[in-house]
């Protein structure tokens, strides 16, 4: 997801997209463990994910307490 489409939702939905993407992250992270995942780069992008999302939130943090 682009960070512009992140910056559209709203505060309940960003949280709900974090948590979706950090179980994801843990889901691909249990079967790369039990060598089931075959596409290695998913783990990046899903880490990548979180990341752009976890920016947005902390933007809009500073924004409301800066």
């Known amino acids: 997801m682009r960070a512009t489409e992140l910056r559209d939702m ?9 948590a979706a993407a950090r ?7 249990f079967q790369h463990a ?10 990046s992008k899903a880490k990548r994910e979180i990341a ?3 920016t947005i939130a902390r933007e809009r943090e500073i924004e409301t307490n800066g």
Do not use: C, K, P, Y
């Not at 709203?10 to 974090?18: D, T, V, W």
């Not at 179980?23 to 992270?29: A, D, I, S, T, V």
């Not at 039990?34 to 783990?43: C, H, K, P």
């Open 10 to 18: 709203s505060e309940a939905e960003l949280r709900e997209h974090i």
């Open 23 to 29: 179980q994801e992250l843990f889901g691909l992270r």
């Open 34 to 43: 039990t060598g089931e995942l075959d596409n290695t780069a998913g783990l």
């Open 52 to 54: 752009r999302a976890l």
